[in-house]
């Protein structure tokens, strides 16, 4: 029951920062107008970098060793790759021009699926995905805001409602992977290693394009940051 009681406050802090995000973006103007468009690219990249970084320091590791350095790891990341390319296509992400939506659809199912997963085993990167998985979800929420928004012209209040339900997947994937995967780290493996496939395709694929400004430099140091970020929270774990 603890460990029921823990996915579920990881799972719902993590997925409370998609609306969080949502109501800071609602905010109509953020001074000039072109800091308010420096801080949409800083975020994205921001966005970007703890994806890269939760992939680099969390996903992968974990996953190639619940799969005890099985080679089998490599296919498992290509097809996750590939799966998200025809997840893609098939919603015809790209001609409604709303990545940063089903992007943060895509990337947060299953790692709270692995979260839950992770928690199962008792494993001590478990808050520390959930912190990763928290703070993209805040630069997300952010920019999927101002897509929802622009997009379906709906009001600001409306659209923080339908952002605030998405909350509710984080614990039904957390306690399917929980219920699931416990008893099959080699399974557990193989979705980290799939997301971290699908995770890498959307950064380079959406991410990563929308986050560049000409002659500016706040977006790609975002991405630093972001990445430094992941990297600093691998680093006191392993510490602790």
């Given at each position: 029951?603890?460990?029921?009681?823990?996915?579920?406050?990881?799972?719902?802090?993590?997925?409370?920062?998609?609306?969080?995000?949502?109501?800071?973006?609602?905010?109509?103007?953020?001074?000039?107008?072109?800091?308010?468009?420096?801080?949409?690219?800083?975020?994205?990249?921001?966005?970007?970098?703890?994806?890269?970084?939760?992939?680099?320091?969390?996903l992968v590791p974990e996953g190639v060793a619940s799969m005890q350095g099985s080679i089998l790891a490599i296919p498992?990341?290509?097809?996750?790759?590939?799966?998200?390319?025809?997840?893609?296509?098939?919603?015809?992400?790209?001609?409604?021009?709303?990545?940063?939506?089903?992007?943060?659809?895509?990337?947060?199912?299953?790692?709270?699926?692995?979260?839950?997963?992770?928690?199962?085993?008792?494993?001590?990167?478990?808050?520390?995905?959930?912190?990763?998985?928290?703070?993209?979800?805040?630069?997300?929420?952010?920019?999927?805001?101002?897509?929802?928004?622009?997009?379906?012209?709906?009001?600001?209040?409306?659209?923080?409602?339908?952002?605030?339900?998405?909350?509710?997947?984080?614990?039904?994937?957390?306690?399917?992977?929980?219920?699931?995967?416990?008893?099959?780290?080699?399974?557990?493996?193989?979705?980290?290693?799939?997301?971290?496939?699908?995770?890498?395709y959307l950064i380079f694929q959406d991410i990563a394009p929308q986050s560049r400004l000409n002659r500016h430099w706040?977006?790609?140091?975002?991405?630093?940051?972001?990445?430094?970020?992941?990297?600093?929270?691998?680093?006191?774990?392993?510490?602790?």
């Open positions: 029951m603890d460990e029921v009681a823990a996915i579920l406050f990881l799972t719902v802090a993590a997925g409370a920062c998609i609306p969080l995000g949502g109501f800071i973006a609602s905010f109509e103007h953020i001074h000039a107008r072109w800091l308010e468009q420096e801080l949409r690219h800083f975020l994205i990249a921001l966005g970007g970098g703890i994806l890269l970084g939760a992939v680099a320091v969390v498992i990341v290509l097809a996750g790759g590939l799966a998200f390319f025809l997840i893609e296509r098939a919603l015809g992400l790209r001609r409604r021009e709303a990545p940063q939506v089903m992007g943060m659809l895509l990337d947060y199912v299953p790692e709270a699926i692995a979260l839950g997963g992770l928690v199962a085993l008792s494993s001590p990167v478990a808050p520390l995905l959930a912190l990763l998985i928290g703070l993209q979800n805040l630069p997300e929420g952010f920019n999927a805001f101002r897509e929802l928004h622009a997009l379906r012209r709906r009001s600001a209040r409306r659209t923080l409602l339908i952002m605030g339900s998405l909350v509710a997947i984080g614990p039904v994937a957390g306690l399917l992977g929980y219920f699931l995967l416990s008893d099959y780290p080699a399974g557990l493996g193989a979705i980290m290693l799939f997301a971290s496939g699908g995770i890498l706040a977006p790609p140091l975002g991405a630093v940051v972001g990445f430094s970020v992941a990297l600093f929270g691998d680093m006191v774990v392993r510490v602790g």
